[in-house]
């Protein structure tokens, strides 16, 4: 059994890895660390199959270094001991490169294993995860170490390497290969900036396509067929689930539908219908609000509605609802009057409730001014009388503030003028 193409294909250069030039161009820190040959700690931050165990690869073979490669997922601390154990063979002679892939699911005991022998140059390390390290990795190990951090390669970077891929198969298979530029598009801009998938998937249209007179055709639409599944990056337990629900709701705030739109479908597509109802009815109440009070039961129709039908159905309420929130005022003034109270509570100033908005008590005969004194605001004209409501040591504090818009504007014309009346 052959291995992946893209183990058969790897970069045997710095210039022939595709993507990370803020990594790698040249005159960048990481370059520059590398061609020293001083190699320090380094971990590498980002998506599957951006090129991270590549360079790290590249790294041994250029520092003339045993490389010796560990997964999180199935390693256990016996690996660990063996490879420390090679130090004293000839193969460690030069020194060992560990390159630890998903390092964030090796437990701070496992972790702690290795300190030892990276921290006296013994054992370089190189782990990578696609997790925020600063989340998952031990204090120890990231004190140790260098982050850097790989992106999504852009789909142009991609394209050269899908076309060296095509020729790398005519080769090895000895036969002519002919693919359309817009084939080669289509699987660029198709594998979410992921290089293994894009790679895979130009295997799969060379071995699924017909052959005729020593010629194999990729069709575009063969390659749209194969690759049209592989764009979408998405795990619920990940770095990425929070990043498309807070793009989603940062969207809705910025009043931009197409955007909020789309992450509305990147979060429906995983099947995620909690998170896109949840953000969308924190999203009216904490970014229109009082702009538009009556939006709140709209949302939350949308959003029965859309847990009644289920997916995929659940789309067309929630679409409408999204847009709505993007179109309608914005104002947060209820976020920030309900953050700003929260604070005094958090400080601890909560003072003893008025005697006049207590439930009613019974009055000790110790009491020489007996009786509640509350005033029933309806018996009044417009409703409204000045009484103390605020604790004695919160007396003056002030938390809401009218937004600028229509609605909110027209609730303070409307109070200004009654509370005018008693030089308030």
């Known amino acids: 059994m052959s291995s992946p193409l893209a183990d058969r294909i790897r970069p045997q250069t710095l210039d022939e890895i595709v993507g990370q030039k803020h990594l790698l161009s040249e005159g960048k820190p990481l370059r520059k660390i590398i061609e020293s040959g001083e190699i320090p ?3 590498f931050y980002g998506p599957s199959g951006v090129g991270k165990t590549t360079l790290a690869t590249y790294i041994a073979k250029k520092t003339n270094r045993t490389l010796k490669k560990l997964n999180g997922t199935t390693a256990s601390t016996a690996d660990i001991r063996a490879v420390v154990q090679e130090l004293s063979t000839f193969s460690g002679f030069g ?9 964030q699911y090796f437990n701070k ?13 013994r054992i370089t390390l190189i782990a ?6 600063y989340f998952y990795v031990y204090n120890a190990i990231l004190s140790r170490s260098t982050v850097f951090e790989f992106k999504p390669v852009e789909a142009q970077e991609l394209e050269p390497a899908v076309r060296r891929a095509v020729d790398f198969l005519s080769a090895e298979k000895n036969v002519q290969i002919e693919i359309s530029d817009d084939a080669v598009r289509t699987i660029a801009s198709s594998c979410g900036g992921d290089v293994r998938k894009a790679l895979n998937a130009v295997e799969l249209c060379v071995i699924s396509s017909p052959e005729e007179d020593g010629v194999r055709k ?48 990147r979060l429906l597509k995983a099947g995620d219908l909690p998170s896109a109802c949840r953000r969308l009815m924190v999203c009216a109440c904490e970014d229109v609000g009082l702009a538009y009070p009556q ?4 949302v939350k129709s949308c959003v029965d509605i859309a847990q009644a039908v ?4 659940a789309k067309l309420p929630l679409a409408d609802a999204v847009i709505l929130v993007c179109l309608a005022p914005k104002s947060n003034s209820a976020h920030d009057a309900i953050a700003a109270a929260m604070a005094d509570v958090d400080a601890g ?25 509350y005033q029933y605001p309806h018996s009044f004209p417009d409703h409204y009388l000045p009484q103390q409501y605020l604790p004695d040591n919160l007396q003056g504090s002030s938390y809401y503030n009218y937004g600028d818009n229509k609605n909110e504007q027209a609730f303070k014309v409307y109070w200004d003028r009654i509370k005018g009346k008693y030089g308030i």
């Open 349 to 373: 100033k909560a003072g003893a409730i008025p005697r006049t908005l207590q439930n009613m008590h019974y009055d000790g005969a110790d009491n020489k001014n007996p009786g509640q004194f």
């Open 109 to 121: 005991k496992q972790q702690q294993t290795l300190l030892e022998f990276i921290e006296d140059g």
């Open 310 to 313: 289920g997916l995929p159905e």
């Open 95 to 103: 020194g060992i490169l560990l390159y630890l892939d998903e390092i």
């Open 295 to 298: 939006i709140i039961p709209i």
């Open 128 to 133: 990578s995860t696609t997790e925020n390290p």
């Open 218 to 265: 990729v069709s575009l639409e063969h390659a749209k067929e194969l690759s049209q599944q592989s764009a979408f990056r998405y795990d619920r337990d990940s770095d990425e689930h929070y990043d498309v629900i807070s793009a989603y709701q940062k969207s809705m705030r910025g009043s931009d539908p197409d955007a909020a739109l789309h992450y509305l479908a």
């Open 41 to 43: 700690n380094l971990i």
